[in-house]
């Protein structure tokens, strides 16, 4: 008689114990979704870099470079602000750490983008800038290998003697059809120079800043070294338009503030060699959207430069993904 006066189990309890809800709990938490969703901010970053140098040369067609630039990082303030007032970032705590955010700031972002920007203001095509500085990862190896330490193995030396190799013929080929001027080539070697030199930098001596409260120092520097050159170098003069509108809105939005959060979310769930590997990728994505916007055909040589330089950052880039050992 008294088993029949136990309570029912109640329906709630029952329902989270039904083993299709728990596979179904399990689910939202399993590898595969986490790997989704980290596959999904690579190759959102990949493909919002690439697709940068297209809205730079949109950009430019109304705005010379550094007024341009002013008059991105001013827009990219604007956004800032609002951003940093509602989340109240860690601010730097001393005279020294400041002085590492703005110098890396200018590094990475008026030596890097002015020479990138005055490349393809002076004729060079969007998609043999990005190749040109998609070799960054190469110049960091051979930096890091040779005085901070780090080991190179084999295919990384080969990477690099590859990737060495691609962008030779096609500086080489350019030079020789005169489709790049030495100018070009100086303003985009300067852009390597500053984003190898920064990334170096803001990696030693800037490794645990708040990003929210640095890109608001960074794009305040900016200004600061920017603005008076765009007024003495190019009266700071612009054609307002819808297109340069959105060229601002896009790389400030798009790249400056989401493609670069997605890219720090991966490196802080320890994927950053999946952005990395990934990384060769981005002038594909340049070329391929300049030849269905304006039309620019790559030559052949050019192509093969292309998949050279590629496949040598690849090797570069590349790590085995470690095995997972299951119970």
Request: net charge positive; with cysteine.
């Amino acid at each position: 008689m008294l088993r029949h006066l136990r309570p029912a189990r109640c329906p709630r309890t029952a329902l989270y114990s039904t083993p299709l809800l728990k596979r179904r709990i399990a689910t939202l938490g399993s590898p595969s979704s986490a790997r989704a969703y980290e596959s999904l901010l690579a190759w959102y970053f990949v493909a919002i870099w690439g697709s940068g140098f297209i809205a730079t040369k949109i950009g430019l067609q109304y705005a010379a470079p550094f007024t341009f630039l002013s008059l991105r990082f001013a827009f990219g303030l604007l956004c800032l602000i609002p951003i940093v007032l509602l989340v109240k970032p860690r601010w730097p705590q001393s005279r020294v750490e400041w002085g590492h955010i703005v110098a890396a700031g200018l590094l990475m972002h008026t030596v890097h983008l002015g020479g990138s920007h005055y490349a393809q203001y002076l004729g060079m095509s969007a998609g043999i800038t990005a190749v040109l500085l998609s070799i960054q990862p190469l110049l960091t190896a051979v930096i890091a290998g040779r005085w901070m330490g780090e080991r190179l193995g084999p295919r990384q030396w080969l990477g690099i003697a590859v990737g060495l190799a691609g962008v030779t013929l096609i500086v080489w080929h350019k030079i020789d059809i005169r489709e790049a001027a030495l100018g070009a080539l100086l303003a985009v070697t300067i852009a390597l120079i500053g984003v190898t030199a920064g990334t170096l930098y803001q990696r030693v001596y800037c490794p645990a800043v708040d990003l929210r409260a640095a890109a608001l120092i960074q794009f305040a520097g900016n200004i600061i070294v920017l603005a008076p050159l765009a007024w003495l170098v190019e009266r700071a003069t612009f054609d307002w338009s819808w297109a340069l509108g959105g060229a601002i809105v896009f790389l400030v939005i798009g790249a400056s503030i989401l493609a670069v959060n997605a890219l720090h979310t991966l490196m802080r769930r320890g994927q950053a060699t999946r952005v990395t590997s990934l990384i060769y990728l981005t002038p594909i994505f340049a070329v391929a959207l300049e030849l269905v916007i304006f039309g620019v055909v790559p030559t052949t040589l050019s192509l093969a430069g292309i998949a050279i330089t590629c496949l040598g950052v690849a090797l570069v880039s590349w790590q085995r993904r470690p095995q997972i050992k299951t119970a």
